[in-house]
């Protein structure tokens, strides 16, 4: 499996984004539609898994996500393992390499806002509070330190 880390001006960033649009997730949509029309900023960027040319997974590492209020920055978000490939650990693999990327950006603590219970806190993240995101639903807003 190859795991990598992609850039706005990678080669094949637009075939990452076509990729991940082909998956059945509002969010990879959005994501997707974002990488086409180049809305990132230069240090933000997608961390694609793949596995014989697959989608396997995915990431991205943003200085916004979907929380509808707050100054938190920067955020993992969209992470997204396709069903063939769980159970075998690679969201933590993702998740770790966008750590890696936002420490090399310099930053020093990362957010996420989720649904789900108790996933990342086994990847060192700790729960701020309940929150709402941009399209009304609850969520929690989870925090870590990347020192």
Known sequence: MEIKTMYQEDADWDQAAEMIQQQEWSAAQFLAKRMQERQLKDWEGVIIATENDQLAGFTSFVEKDILKEGDYTPFIATVYVNPDFRGRFLAKSLVA???HAL?????KTVFLVTSLENFYEKMGYHLIKPVQDI???PMKLYQKSLT
């Open 97 to 99: 390499q966008a750590e």
């Open 135 to 137: 399209f009304d639903r």
């Open 103 to 107: 420490i090399k950006a310099g930053y």
